[in-house]
């Protein structure tokens, strides 16, 4: 599991029909100090996050997993969304 940042949204007319009725979002990877590293990926969204929010991401089969279609391809998937964040210095 890791963080990110939703930067952006991703339309698509036609999609696998294991993704029919996900958003797809764009994510940038999150530092352990919450700052953007500068690499993003488009992630499946299970929880209804928006542009802004800061979220945990699962990848690979956890991904698919989350979704409950293990056929679907999906690399990352957002499965929460974050309060608040506290990181012993």
């Known amino acids: 599991m890791y ?13 696998d029909e294991n993704l029919t ?19 993003t990926q488009v992630a499946v969204d299970t929880v209804g996050a928006g542009c802004g929010e800061v979220v945990i991401l ?9 979704l409950d279609r293990p056929d679907a391809p999906v690399d990352a998937a957002i499965v929460g969304i ?4 506290e990181v012993e210095a």
């Open 3 to 15: 963080l990110g940042k939703i930067v952006g949204t991703v339309v698509s007319t036609r999609k």
């Open 21 to 39: 009725g996900y958003k797809l979002l764009v994510v940038q990877k999150l530092t352990e100090k919450l700052e953007p590293n500068g690499e």
């Open 58 to 66: 699962v990848g690979g089969s956890s991904s698919r997993k989350s």
């Open 82 to 85: 974050v309060d608040s964040v």
